[in-house]
Every structure is written in C-alpha cells, then in structure tokens.
C-alpha cells in the first residue's frame, strides 16, 4: 500500500465516526450506525443488547460493515467495506482503554457527563443500558473511487488494517 492510500485510510479510522454495520435474520436484512472507535485492529462500539443489529448478528457466524468518509463527489468516495465477527467485551483492561479511546475521540461525551463517563465503569450500561462491542474484520477491503479508472490499482482492493495504524 502506498504511502497516500495509507495515510488516507489512516485518517479515515481516526476522523470518520460512524460505522454502518449490516445483519439479517431470516432473510431479513438490517443495517445500523454506531459510533465506533479503532484499537488493535478492531472497531469498538457500544450498543443495547436488546437492539436489532445485536439480536441478529447474535446467530450469525459472520456480519458485515463499512466506513465511508462523506464526499458531494463521486471521484473522491473512499473506505472499507469489512466482514468479520461481534463479540461483546468483557477484559476489564481492555473495555477501560477502549472507554478512553472513546471518549477522547467524542469529546461531547465528556462535556455532557463529566469525568464520571470514565470513572464509573458502569457509566454506559447505567446511563445507556449499552454494552462495548467488537467487530473484529477477517477480511476488509480498501474502496478508493480515485483510482475507478487506474488499470493497475483498480479502485477496490483487499488490504490489512494491522498495515495502516
């Protein structure tokens, strides 16, 4: 990957705020926004239990999600489109490092509840009724509509996320 295409990904997992995630259930699809944050190649979230996209991607083996930045032109869409596994995190260390990287990236969080949105560990699940989730990508692709007429590069392709951050 070269270094432009790297640094724009890069850009895009840390400036880019929602994730759309899509599951169905009985050949029912349904797709759902999160705000997410990136860490350790993965793409932290929180969410109900009771929601729809949790219920369904409960009895799945396999869901899918992309990250877009927002762009008037075509020539200039660029993202990944992913497909991997939800899990529900329970590691203690881990949901507290995610919880700060969260916050810091929605700093309104902070501004609007306190220092309590970290010192309480329950803050999310007391206020929110909201669990941290994790989709973890098996496979993600780079779509980079500036390259639509590369014949080298094309304007989709297969990358690894461990490569950008």
């Not at 880019?16 to 899509?22: E, G, K, W, Y």
């Not at 869901?63 to 993202?79: E, H």
């Amino acid at each position: 990957m070269d270094k432009e295409i790297r640094a724009k990904a890069k850009n895009l997992i840390n400036k880019t705020r929602v994730m759309t995630l899509a599951v169905s259930e009985n050949n029912i699809p349904w797709s759902s926004p999160v705000y997410f944050v990136f860490h350790d190649n993965a793409f932290y979230f929180f969410s109900n239990e009771n929601s729809r996209h949790i219920q369904y991607a409960k009895d799945q083996k396999i869901i899918s999600a992309s990250i877009f930045n927002d762009s008037d032109r075509i020539d200039l869409i660029f993202g990944f489109q992913m497909s991997g596994v939800l899990e529900k995190v329970s590691e203690k260390m881990l949901y507290l490092t995610v919880v700060q990287k969260y916050v810091s990236k929605f700093n309104f969080l902070k501004q609007i509840f306190g220092p309590q949105i970290i010192e309480n560990k329950r803050f999310f699940l007391e206020k929110f009724k909201s669990h941290l989730y994790c989709f973890c990508p098996d496979k993600v692709f780079l779509s980079d509509n500036s390259h639509a007429n590369d014949q080298t590069a094309g304007k989709r392709s297969k990358i690894e996320l461990n490569k950008i951050a």
